[in-house]
């Protein structure tokens, strides 16, 4: 996250979120392997406005738009076949209203907690699984269909973040 002062009060906010995990599980077994990864990419962009507390608080409300998109995928491979079932790739549209507060710990490093009220819409796309025997052809089930969905949620988030000023 970071956000760009405009005026005294007013700041611009941009987030960037990139997750790449992978895990590898081969049980007791060394020919049973299962690897699992997973990528996840955000962006938002939004604005706060900050109020006159003391020296060193700064609360804020804000508001934020973001989008983002998440794939992932479960290998399996064993003595009889390998499967590799591809997940339905998920893109997501929202918002978020913000209220938050700064504690500034020196001049320009804070302390921030903040808390928020999301409303996102998530679109999901076709799954697929293939599968191949082993020393046979490959064989690729698809779904058919999509899926879309929408929700509420409260999200609290803290953490430790150093402001520069420009």
Request: hydrophobic share 35%.
């Amino acid at each position: 996250k970071g956000r760009y002062f405009l005026m005294d009060n007013l700041a611009l906010r941009a987030t960037l979120g990139l997750d790449n995990a992978s895990t590898t599980d081969k049980n007791s077994d060394p020919l049973n392997e299962v690897v699992k990864k997973s990528n996840t990419f955000t962006l938002g962009l939004g604005l706060e406005q900050h109020f006159g507390g003391t020296d060193r608080l700064s609360p804020y409300i804000g508001a934020e738009l973001f989008l983002g998109s998440a794939t992932g995928s479960t290998k399996s491979v064993n003595s009889a076949a390998t499967t590799i079932s591809k997940n339905a790739p998920r893109f997501v549209f929202g918002g978020d209203l913000l209220l938050g507060a700064d504690y500034y710990v020196a001049p320009h490093v804070y302390l921030g907690v903040e808390a928020g009220l999301e409303l996102l819409h998530a679109s999901t796309g076709k799954t697929s699984v293939t599968t191949t025997p082993a020393g046979g052809t490959a064989t690729t089930n698809e779904s058919k269909s999509t899926s879309s969905a929408g929700g509420f949620a409260t999200d609290v988030k803290a953490g430790f973040k150093v402001g520069f000023v420009f």
